[in-house]
């Protein structure tokens, strides 16, 4: 009776071979469609303003309904991968009772064995099945909770930026790229990067959008290492100065303005963590933000939602530049810092930004050239190479694409001039 009980056994395990035969790859798959459909869900639902701006409501329904109908798909391929052998699992779950019951009988009759065992031995069969039935469902929840540490730990082992634990010194602030080549997922960014920044100068960074100026940058602080060339500070390579160091001696004001779901004075402090109040609120002011911070129910402790959502774009780049000042480093680098300024500000806005430069090294990606018309010196960047330097007036004669630029510049201020000419007469 023992081995009939025990029978059934080598069934359940061979159906459940079979059953996770293709269950590691299902899973893996799974958790794909999963987060595709997530990810369109959440841009749906943010994007939803533009969406309906735009009238482009079909199209984008429609990115997010395939997303969701590739995951019902998945569902269903996994349903009809696993069915067989699912259904051969249970129905081996049960086969012991029926060769403990025929075993059973036969002994019964035979008079080898009593009722009493045949039904012991009928409860410990059924007793075998409910272990078996949770070691399955054990086995899919583990290969799940595997999954999503393999995804954690593919991210926990992304190459981090890597420290000296020698960490030299510098004599100045000179900077300088020396035939620096950068790739970004294999497809070269950067050629033959090569040029000096003195110590309180301005460089301007100009050219198309997309030709590399502002991944020059970011090489700077080191967001990215450098593999080709080398990138020196004080005539040290940048990898051979603590991160630390090398942070507390530059500054950003970025394109894409970070803010924290948190108070405006918090937002601002982060760029001195131990400044007293007073240089928080001094630097707001120098950045023009004050006025239209007191203005607010909470003053400074108005909390301004998730990426400053209950700001305006100029607002929120104004305490960007506050935050600057409160930093007071002496490279400063402007990723094009003036993109999302009303014009009524502009003139204030760069009076700010003339206080947060002076006496610093500047350096400035800009669109607008008219703000860039005094640097010291202006890089023209053209698919991932400098293509020529030298000053406004330099470049103005001997560089057609700057030229070609400089002429857009000039016919959109005028195109905006005659726009405000026409509003104020009642013509537009």
């Known amino acids: 009776m023992t081995l009939a009980t025990l029978a059934g056994i080598p069934l359940v395990i061979l159906s459940q071979i079979f059953l996770f035969k293709d269950?590691?790859?299902?899973?893996?798959?799974?958790?794909?469609?999963?987060?595709?459909?997530?990810?369109?869900?959440?841009?749906?639902?943010?994007?939803?303003?533009?969406?309906?701006?735009f009238a482009n409501t079909t199209e984008s329904y429609a990115k997010y309904s395939n997303a969701v109908i590739d995951y019902?798909?998945?569902?269903?391929?996994?349903?009809?991968?696993?069915?067989?052998?699912?259904?051969?699992?249970?129905?081996?779950?049960?086969?012991?009772?029926?060769?403990?019951?025929?075993?059973?009988?036969?002994?019964?009759?035979?008079?080898?064995?009593?009722?009493?065992?045949?039904?012991?031995?009928?409860?410990?069969?059924?007793?075998?099945?409910?272990?078996?039935?949770?070691?399955?469902?054990?086995?899919?929840?583990?290969?799940?909770?595997r999954e999503g540490a393999?995804?954690?730990?593919?991210?926990?082992?992304?190459?981090?930026?890597?420290?000296t634990n020698e960490p030299k010194t510098v004599r100045d602030l000179t900077l300088e790229?020396?035939?620096?080549?950068?790739?970004?997922?294999?497809?070269?960014?950067?050629?033959?990067?090569?040029?000096?920044?003195?110590?309180?100068?301005?460089?301007?960074?100009?050219?198309?959008?997309?030709?590399?100026?502002t991944t020059i940058t970011r090489l700077i602080p080191?967001?990215?290492?450098?593999?080709?060339?080398?990138?020196?500070?004080?005539?040290?390579?940048?990898?051979?100065?603590?991160?630390?160091?090398?942070?507390?001696?530059?500054?950003?004001?970025?394109?894409?303005?970070?803010?924290?779901?948190?108070?405006?004075?918090e937002n601002i402090a982060m760029g001195k963590l131990d400044a007293p109040g007073e240089a928080v609120i001094e630097a707001a002011k120098l950045a023009q933000c004050d006025d239209f911070i007191n203005e607010l129910p909470d003053g400074y402790q108005?909390?301004?939602?998730?990426?400053?959502?209950f700001l305006s774009g100029g607002q929120k780049q104004r305490i960007a530049i506050a935050r600057a000042i409160l930093k007071?480093?002496?490279?400063?680098?402007?990723?094009?810092?003036?993109a999302f300024i009303d014009p009524e500000n502009e003139v204030l806005i760069q009076s700010a930004l003339s206080q947060l430069v002076s006496q610093k090294t500047l350096i400035i990606i800009a669109h607008r050239l008219g703000t860039i018309v005094n640097a010291d010196q202006i890089l023209v960047v053209d698919r991932g190479e400098i293509i020529d330097r030298g000053t406004h007036s330099e470049l103005l004669i001997n560089n057609r694409l700057y030229q070609k630029m400089w002429n857009a510049y000039v016919q959109a201020q005028q195109w905006s001039f005659q726009q405000q000419s026409s509003d104020r007469h009642g013509c537009f």
């Open 23 to 53: 269950l590691e790859p299902l899973t893996k798959g799974y958790n794909e469609a999963l987060e595709k459909m997530n990810s369109s869900i959440i841009e749906y639902v943010q994007g939803m303003s533009v969406v309906k701006a």
């Open 72 to 145: 019902h798909e998945y569902e269903e391929k996994w349903a009809r991968k696993t069915v067989l052998p699912w259904t051969a699992f249970t129905v081996s779950l049960t086969a012991n009772i029926a060769t403990i019951l025929i075993v059973g009988i036969w002994l019964l009759e035979k008079g080898s064995l009593s009722l009493a065992t045949l039904v012991l031995f009928l409860v410990l069969g059924l007793g075998i099945t409910a272990p078996l039935l949770r070691l399955v469902q054990y086995s899919e929840i583990f290969l799940r909770v």
């Open 150 to 163: 393999n995804r954690i730990q593919d991210l926990l082992q992304e190459l981090s930026i890597a420290q």
């Open 177 to 213: 790229f020396r035939g620096v080549d950068f790739a970004y997922e294999k497809e070269l960014v950067l050629k033959g990067i090569d040029f000096k920044v003195l110590p309180q100068t301005t460089t301007a960074l100009v050219g198309p959008s997309g030709s590399g100026k």
């Open 222 to 265: 080191r967001f990215w290492d450098i593999e080709i060339g080398e990138i020196l500070l004080g005539g040290v390579n940048i990898k051979d100065l603590s991160l630390d160091y090398l942070m507390s001696q530059i500054t950003f004001v970025f394109q894409d303005v970070v803010l924290f779901d948190d108070t405006i004075y």
């Open 302 to 309: 108005t909390v301004i939602g998730e990426k400053g959502r």
């Open 328 to 338: 007071d480093a002496p490279i400063v680098i402007l990723d094009e810092a003036t």
